[in-house]
């Protein structure tokens, strides 16, 4: 398995939902990010775990909770989302090795907040 | 800090034409550097990174880029173009811990 995976691929939530994107990956990749992209914009880094431990925050505002219950596995949870958060959001992973910086996208779940 | 900048926010080519991204950066220390592509609706999918090592690096699709340190620069470069490479081309830098500098992006069009 050489790819990251994201799920869902479509999501339509209303302000006082709550909802979870999920991205898996199976590569041994031991660092995965969470970005945010808005249209014609570049990624912006939300999210970094290291070894399934938080080591970045980009001061995301806290109704965008991330977790990392394994090495394969990140989910973010949104709750309360305003309708400038409707993007799409970006999974990445890099491995643990001579490699490290090198990160690895998955094809992104867009987001759309009513 | 470090920064990217992508001179060009859109270049049109014709079908077949060679083309050059260009991308510069800013940095005190050293760095590593990507060039990603993302095709509409879509994520981003990797090109080519300089780590270290020889200064012209080649990727997938037939793309290339060369690292020129007293310049700053990572120009991507193709030879001659494709209908399908019409996409977004993102630079990015680093120097570790896992923070990824993107440059504005170049919207490639290719024209028949």
């Known amino acids: 398995d050489t790819e990251v995976t994201q799920t869902p691929k479509h999501l339509v939530m209303g302000m006082t939902n709550k909802k979870s994107l999920k991205c898996e990956q199976h590569m041994g990749h031991r660092a995965m990010y969470w970005y945010k992209q808005k249209a014609k914009k570049p990624p912006e880094l939300m999210f970094v775990y290291s070894y399934e431990k938080l080591s970045i925050n980009e001061s995301v505002p806290s109704r965008f909770s991330p977790e990392c219950p394994n090495s394969s596995l990140l989910n973010l949870h949104l709750h309360a989302l305003q309708p400038e958060d409707s993007a799409l959001y970006l999974c990445a992973s890099s491995p643990p090795s001579l490699d490290s910086e090198t990160q690895y996208f998955g094809p992104g779940t867009r987001l759309l907040v009513l | 800090a470090q920064s990217v900048t992508q001179l060009d926010s859109q270049v049109p080519v014709f079908e077949e034409a060679p083309v050059e991204l260009r991308c510069n950066y800013s940095s005190s220390v050293s760095v590593y550097l990507f060039w990603y592509v993302q095709y509409p609706n879509q994520g981003l999918q990797l090109l080519l990174k300089?780590?270290?090592?020889?200064?012209l690096v080649k990727g997938i699709n037939g793309f290339e880029a060369e690292f020129n340190k007293s310049q700053t620069s990572f120009h991507l470069r193709k030879p001659s173009v494709h209908i399908s490479d019409t996409a977004e081309y993102f630079c990015?830098?680093?120097?570790?811990?896992?923070?990824?500098?993107f440059g504005q992006g170049t919207e490639l069009s290719v024209k028949p």
């Open positions: 300089y780590l270290s090592g020889s200064t």
């Open positions: 990015a830098v680093t120097v570790g811990g896992g923070k990824l500098i």
